[in-house]
């Protein structure tokens, strides 16, 4: 799985739960997005670069 933003490769954990989270674009459409994007944007930023 990779970062809608960034594109880098997103790590799972055991249990098959991406570190990282999800988020709903305006279409409802889920978008990935990896820790470092999450620090660097605001939801807003983030939805505007899906
Ligand atoms: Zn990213």
Known sequence: MKC???KSKI???FLNKIVGT???D??????V???ECQKKFSREELL???
């Not at 305006?26 to 978008?31: D, F, T, V």
Request: proline letters at 5%; aromatic letters at 10%.
């Open 33 to 35: 997005v990896c820790p």
């Open 22 to 24: 999800y988020i709903r």
């Open 11 to 13: 790590q799972t954990t």
């Open 4 to 6: 809608d933003v960034c």
């Open 26 to 31: 305006s279409r409802g459409k889920r978008k």
């Open 48 to 50: 505007e670069k899906f």
